[in-house]
């Protein structure tokens, strides 16, 4: 088999390039996700990602060699075997993460770890039918040695969650089989939410709520093509419109990875694109008998270090624009933001150290230290945001409207006089309070708290999986020792 040149930021836009896909915003479809201004920031994003990967001075880093084609492809495909391949992996999503500056939480090697904990444990997905393994499998190689962007969409939309999927009041809202024909299945309904699913090649679509008897319709696992006559994306509100400029939305103009409501209407899935079909057990097992959850949020906690080495680094220039950065109190805050960022590396490493070959050679991350991390991430994000706003006082706000202001020589005098800091222009100082500002408190920024808050599903759920994988029976050996001590 020949082997696919790694895709460069231009393939990449050249192959999205009004494609077809049926993306809808304010009203109106969109012609082209690579030119239409609520998209063309985050693509250009993710082609600049591709581009990385692609360079011959990071080959070593951000590839390796696909045992089918033996031609170089993206390192975030491989399966580790060791704690040194889990180590490399991290080192791949950390060069990619400093480049959204941990801003983009769903680019291509996230769902690409899902599918390298499926192909991973074949035998997981053979129980529905080696048909199905091998279907996974062959999808796995194809985006592996072609470079494949995949998104997913794995929970239904929030209509009624006091009801399963088979009794909402109408069976065909929640995302489901409504046809099985000799050569594939017929979808039709809604998933809640796609993260990078309009830039994506690929959409995946699953469940990870838990199903009961009755939901079978809604418990598979398929792959729809982004362009595919039938899905339809509707993006939440585009942030990246309002950024006027770079000056003033520095951020949401570039890393404004977008969300959308997946509708599929009547949408065809050959065979060949069906993984998991009508098996509930499965369909839980995916995520938690393969190490899929696990390498998809290894990569994730490794974004999530890089934003919050980001917001400290903010927070230390911060304080050095207001002449704050000597004071003792601000210290010790600065001390303690430092330690929930040092932490979070840590358990990263921790998540590499602790790490277990299970007995097909596969290498897992250490699920509980991963779990833990995630399962404090609801309250600690909001926390470590709300202490850098603590920090900047007004300077956030009185700032001047917009880059135009200093334009006008009038205005600008003043601004020149008033806003400035003592070892910076006042345009060095609004510089770093919109970045700032586009981070914690703009729109953009309010979304990213809910990201961090529910990227892995609500914080209720996340504590379970904490508490299923954590080792309770040591624990509670200690206290079954105590009771046990001889009297004294
Ligand atoms: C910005 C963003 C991006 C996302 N990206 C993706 C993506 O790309 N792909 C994807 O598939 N998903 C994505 N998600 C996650 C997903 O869509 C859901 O938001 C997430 O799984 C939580 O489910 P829910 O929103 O239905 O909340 P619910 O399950 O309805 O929970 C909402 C709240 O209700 C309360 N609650 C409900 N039930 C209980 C209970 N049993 N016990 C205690 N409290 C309870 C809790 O306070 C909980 O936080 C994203 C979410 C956000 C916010």
């Given amino acids: ?48 990602l591709y581009d990385i990967a692609a360079d011959p001075a990071n080959r070593e880093r951000m590839t390796f060699t696909s045992p089918s084609t033996g031609g170089p492809v993206l390192r975030c495909f491989q399966i580790p075997h060791s704690a040194a391949d889990l180590t490399a992996r991290r080192a791949f999503h950390e060069q990619w993460a400093r480049a959204t500056c941990g801003l983009m939480g769903r680019t291509p090697d996230h769902v690409a770890g899902f599918f390298c904990g499926y192909a991973a444990k074949p035998s997981v997905i053979a129980r529905g039918g080696a048909h199905f393994a091998q279907n996974l499998q062959r999808f796995y190689e194809h985006i592996r040695d072609t470079h494949q962007y995949v998104s997913y969409t794995i929970v239904p939309p929030q209509i009624d969650r006091s009801k399963p999927a088979h009794r909402q009041s109408d069976p065909t809202l929640y995302a489901g089989v409504v046809e099985e024909r000799d050569d594939g299945i017929v979808l039709s309904g809604a998933q809640q939410l796609g993260t990078g699913s309009i830039l994506s090649d690929w959409i995946q679509i699953s469940c990870i709520q838990p199903l009961q008897p009755g939901d079978e319709n809604y418990a598979f696992n398929v792959v729809v093509p982004t362009r595919h006559a039938g899905v ?6 585009a942030f990246a419109q309002q950024a006027t400029n770079s000056f003033d939305y520095p951020l949401t103009g ?10 599929l209407d ?12 009508r098996n509930i057990e499965i369909c839980r097992d995916q995520w938690w008998k393969t190490p899929a959850h696990a390498y998809g949020n290894h990569q994730a906690q490794t974004r999530y270090a890089v934003k919050m080495k980001f917001l400290l680094g903010i927070a230390q220039r911060l304080n050095e624009m207001t002449g704050n950065a000597g004071n003792p109190a601000v210290n010790v805050a600065m001390g303690e933001l430092a330690a929930h960022v040092q932490t979070i590396e840590s358990m990263l490493h921790a998540q590499e150290a602790m790490s277990s070959m299970d007995d097909e050679g596969v290498l897992w991350p250490s699920v509980a230290t991963l779990y833990a991390v995630m399962s404090l991430q609801s309250e600690e994000y909001p926390r470590m945001v709300d202490m850098v706003r603590e920090m900047a006082g007004g300077s956030l706000i009185m700032q001047p409207s917009s880059l ?6 009038d205005i600008a005098a003043d601004i020149d006089r008033y806003v400035h800091s003592a070892h910076a222009t006042a345009r060095e100082r609004v510089g770093l309070m919109r970045l700032a500002w586009d981070l914690i408190g703009s729109e953009f920024g309010g979304r990213h708290m809910q990201y961090e808050k529910f990227y892995g599903g609500a914080s209720y759920l996340v504590k379970q999986n904490m508490l299923r994988t954590y080792n309770m029976a040591d624990a509670t050996s200690l206290v079954d020792a105590a009771l046990a001590l001889p009297p004294f």
């Fill in 266 to 277: 009547k949408v065809f899935i050959p065979w060949e694109h069906v993984f998991i079909y």
């Fill in 254 to 263: 570039r890393f404004d990875e977008t969300d959308a409501l997946l509708v």
């Fill in 232 to 237: 339809k994306l509707y993006s939440r509100r």
């Fill in 404 to 409: 135009s202001d200093f334009d006008n020589p």
């Fill in 1 to 48: 088999m020949t082997s696919t040149p790694l895709r460069t930021g231009a393939d990449y836009i050249a192959s999205i390039k009004a494609d077809g896909r049926s993306v809808f915003v304010n009203g109106e479809r969109v012609d082209d996700v690579t030119t239409h201004p609520a998209f063309r920031g985050a693509v250009a994003s993710i082609g600049r």
